[in-house]
């Protein structure tokens, strides 16, 4: 017959290890969950997956010095490289400081006899962060929903922004490689009808690379079929051939920083305004522009996925594969 002191033991020793499993079950969630870490003094905004930095939203507006007005005037967002802590997009800085992470703007905003650019914001025009509408977490994804004003050069709205975001593991080939990022965003008029248009380098849902890409020219590039083979930027021009290489529906943008290889593919919702002139530059800048018009009763609503990846670069055939899978969720209403 066991002794009370052996029962006793075997008891602690039970109740310790149920204890460790359930911290380390508890550790294990915490390690796979989405949060927001919120400094409304610095103006920034971070999401984090476990201890994985994912994005950074840059929304401070300061007009203090006018060195701080030109780091402010529009919001955007910086990514993280999945697997690391490198930010790998560019800030107000390098070559083409008005290009910024994931932004939106159109250069020619057009409206009650005036034009306002609203991605130099030269003269005093803005982006300004207001407030989030949502900002959410859990174990499967990260939703904000931002409101930004699009400000004429008298402090005025023009434009009233809900832009959002969600972001996601991604999974099945990709799972642990990287993130999904789902943004959707509608203008909605405060000056009557207004025209939204610019030309492809210029205007519509852009991505830049960290400035290091830009010293080397470093970005390469891969498209659906039918379009340019060229691993190389194709560069069209809108002066002499406006027509030409619109519509692609997505595209990727591949580089390597700090020795690892990201790559940035770009899905399009294929109901968005057509044409759709897509734009790509061997120092890292891609995305797409089309002209539009919203009003006050007929807002403007874009949709756009981006899948950031590490390791090697996706195929034509997968990208492809994937983004049919997009296009067949948007026909779902998911």
């Not at 006793?8 to 294990?28: C, G, K």
């Not at 959410?136 to 009233?160: C, F």
């Not at 642990?176 to 509608?186: A, L, V």
């Not at 007929?298 to 994937?322: D, F, H, K, M, S």
Request: neutral net charge; hydrophobic residues 35%.
């Amino acid at each position: 017959m066991r002794s009370f002191k052996s029962l006793l033991s075997s008891v602690v020793a039970v109740a310790l290890l149920f204890v460790a499993s359930t911290l380390s079950a508890a550790e294990d969630k915490s390690a796979t969950t989405f949060s927001w870490q919120d400094d409304p003094q610095a103006g920034t905004t971070d999401l984090k997956y476990g201890d994985q930095p994912v994005v950074r939203y840059m929304h401070a507006y300061d007009t203090s010095t006018e060195k701080r007005a030109h780091e402010t005037f529009k919001v955007f967002h910086h990514v993280f490289g999945p697997g690391s802590e490198d930010i790998i997009t560019k800030g107000p800085h390098g070559k083409f400081t008005h290009h910024r992470g994931i932004f939106f703007g159109f250069n020619k905003t057009q409206f009650e006899g005036q034009e306002l650019d609203f991605w130099h914001c030269k003269k005093g025009e803005h982006q300004r962060h207001i407030g989030f509408q949502e900002l959410a977490a859990d174990e499967k994804q990260a939703r904000m929903i931002a409101e930004i004003h699009w400000i004429d050069r008298e402090g005025k709205p023009v434009i009233i922004e809900a832009r959002d975001f969600t972001f996601r593991p991604l999974s099945g080939d990709l799972k642990g490689k990287g993130f999904q990022i789902d943004f959707e965003s509608t203008l909605t008029s405060k000056r009557g009808t207004i025209t939204l248009t610019g030309d492809r380098q210029h205007a519509g849902f852009q991505i830049r690379a960290a400035q290091e890409i830009a010293e080397t020219d470093g970005a390469r590039y891969v498209r659906p079929a039918g379009f340019p083979e060229q691993a190389e930027a194709f560069q069209a021009n809108d002066k002499t051939e406006p027509n030409k290489h619109i519509d692609l529906g997505w595209f990727a943008m591949t580089y390597e920083l700090n020795g690892r290889r990201y790559t940035f593919e770009y899905f399009e919702d294929p109901s968005m305004p057509k044409p759709s002139r897509f734009s790509e530059r061997p120092y890292g800048r891609f995305g797409a522009f089309f002209s539009a018009k919203v009003s006050e009763d007929q807002p403007l609503r874009v949709r756009y996925r981006v899948n950031v990846i590490t390791g090697e670069t996706p195929t034509r055939e997968e990208i492809q594969q994937r983004y049919d899978q997009f296009v067949a969720e948007l026909a779902k209403g998911q």
